[in-house]
């Protein structure tokens, strides 16, 4: 199964962000990172992936299935915005899973034994009755990243995920990430800016750049080369 672009432009009004995005990525257990400078259009990539946004002109589908990407979208990927946002604040962990599970159609039950179970990996349990809002910044990171991957559908997508995580929150998500690629099969896409997670993490690295995508490299990096490869392409000294 293959997730197509054709031909996609994205604005923002009249502002455009994407302007002829032909590509396809192969839905394999994988850890794809989105990278480039501040505004280059990550966050509008995952929001497409998503099914959030819609092209403005262009067409983004998933080869095997007929009907509409949306509907595919809302069934098999899981957003996880960048922030603060995305869970409902007067809402626990466990009780935010099952709220989002049963907007999707996806069992409660079994997205609330999934948090359980992924909690202990990714040291969360003491915080599951805790409402939304009473948590801090990293600790609703944690929540809102466990909540899109007990989910369980196949595509995560994750914006900043390590935006406002302590040093050993960093290394439960970078692990946390590696088990979902390999114990469960997941595809997760990640915007971030921290160099250090994604050469711990990522297999494939999209460099966006002029509302194109400028380099494809389908291997992993380590954290200097990467960052050389980022001064590269965007030349910066
Ligand atoms: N809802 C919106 N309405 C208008 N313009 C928007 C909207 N969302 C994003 N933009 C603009 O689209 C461009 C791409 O934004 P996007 O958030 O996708 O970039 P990004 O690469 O994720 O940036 P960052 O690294 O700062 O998070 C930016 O110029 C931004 O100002």
Redesign the pocket.
């Known amino acids: 199964m293959t997730i197509v672009f054709d031909q996609v432009k994205k604005n923002?009004?009249k502002?455009p962000?994407f302007y002829n995005l032909n590509f396809k990525i192969p839905l394999e257990p994988t850890v794809i990172g989105l990278v480039?400078p501040?505004?280059?259009?990550?966050?509008?990539m995952l929001r497409l992936l998503a099914g959030v946004l819609e092209p403005t002109e262009g067409r983004i589908r998933n080869d095997q299935t007929k009907g509409s990407y949306f509907k595919w979208a809302c069934l098999h990927t899981s957003f996880v915005a960048?922030g603060e946002r995305g869970l409902m604040y007067r809402l626990n962990t466990l009780e935010n899973g099952m709220y989002f599970s049963s907007l999707k159609g996806i069992s409660t039950k079994r997205t609330e034994n999934n948090i359980r179970k992924m909690a202990q990996d990714f040291n969360f349990s003491n915080e599951l009755n805790t409402f939304f809002q009473n948590l801090s910044t990293g600790l609703k990171k944690k929540a809102a990243i466990l909540v899109g991957a007990a989910m369980g559908t196949e595509v995560l997508l994750l914006d900043e995920p390590s935006n406002g995580l302590d040093i050993a929150a960093q290394e439960d998500l970078a692990s946390f990430i590696l088990d979902l690629k390999n114990k469960n099969g997941n595809i997760i896409f990640i915007?971030s800016?921290d160099t250090q997670m994604l050469s711990g993490v990522v297999d494939h690295y999209l460099f966006l750049r002029d509302g194109q995508i400028e380099q494809n490299i389908e291997h992993k990096m380590a954290e200097n080369d990467l960052i050389s490869e980022y001064r590269g392409i965007y030349k910066r000294k």
Not at 38 to 44: A, L
């Open positions: 923002y009004g502002k962000v480039g501040n505004g280059v259009g990550k966050s509008t960048s915007s800016h």
